[in-house]
């Protein structure tokens, strides 16, 4: 499956910003998926995974309260609503894909699009 993702941006810290990752070439329900991100000089970690069906969704507690993530399988989208955004959520953020249970270790996922910036000012 290839992803691509979308809608990253600078924003003012506590304002808001709308990732998209945009899914073609497999059956998209038939995945989970996940956005990490990675800051410079940081290892790339998890920020919120949903299952297949959409009805499960995980997030890393740094960001808990303040992100949602959601898909849509009609549109073979996913995406991760952020809100009250910290000078700390600044990285490039990835979505992720993989068949399975839900997991938060980015080695565990098989296909990644190519990162979208979010930088936030304080």
């Known amino acids: 499956v290839q992803l691509q993702a979308s809608g990253g941006g600078l924003v003012q810290a506590g304002g808001s910003l709308r990732l998209s990752c945009a899914a073609s070439g497999r059956t998209f329900s038939n995945y989970v998926m996940g956005w990490f991100r990675q800051a410079p000089g940081k290892e790339r970690e998890f920020v919120a995974a949903?299952?297949?069906?959409?009805?499960?969704?995980y997030y890393a507690d740094s960001v808990k309260g303040r992100f949602t993530i959601s898909r849509d399988n009609a549109e073979n989208t996913v995406y991760l609503q952020m809100n009250s955004l910290k000078p700390g959520d600044t990285a490039v953020y990835y979505c992720?894909?993989?068949?399975?249970?839900?997991?938060?270790?980015?080695?565990?996922?098989?296909?990644w699009g190519q990162g979208t910036q979010v930088t936030v000012s304080s």
């Open positions: 992720a894909a993989r068949t399975g249970p839900v997991v938060r270790n980015a080695p565990l996922y098989d296909y």
């Open positions: 949903i299952s297949w069906s959409g009805g499960s969704s």
